[in-house]
């Protein structure tokens, strides 16, 4: 059974910084492509934000290009993303799945909250 389980989510004032985590279990982590996600509050569709390859190669959407970085652990099962200069409009619930195949089961996410 696929896990995950997100963490470093927090309140943060506008221009801050924080590193969230994502433990994996039951998959070949190593094979997966992986995908940060966000949910807006009062949104029910979850937008992905940043992704990394298997192999290591990164892409972001435009509005975090620069201040996001999406990097893995193949050896801890963990992929992680460092959000820097965080703006209020980066408030949300925070998980993460694989990208480009079907989802797995979502774990519960990790909330961000940017105060202006």
């Avoid at 963490?7 to 995908?35: I, N, P, Y």
């Avoid at 089961?105 to 990790?110: H, S």
């Amino acid at each position: 059974q696929v896990q995950f389980v997100e963490s470093g989510g927090g309140l943060v004032q506008a221009g801050g910084s924080l590193k969230l985590s994502c433990a994996t279990s039951g998959m070949v982590f190593s094979g997966e492509h992986m995908g940060w996600y966000r949910q807006a509050p009062g949104k029910q569709q979850r937008d992905v934000v940043a992704w990394i390859t298997s192999g290591g190669k990164t892409h972001y959407v435009d509005s975090v290009k620069g201040r996001f970085t999406v990097s893995r652990d193949n050896a801890k099962n963990t992929v992680y993303l460092q959000m820097d200069s965080l703006k209020p409009e980066d408030t949300a619930v925070y998980l993460c799945n694989v990208i480009d195949r079907a989802y797995y089961a979502w774990g519960q996410g990790t909330q961000v909250t940017v105060s202006s």
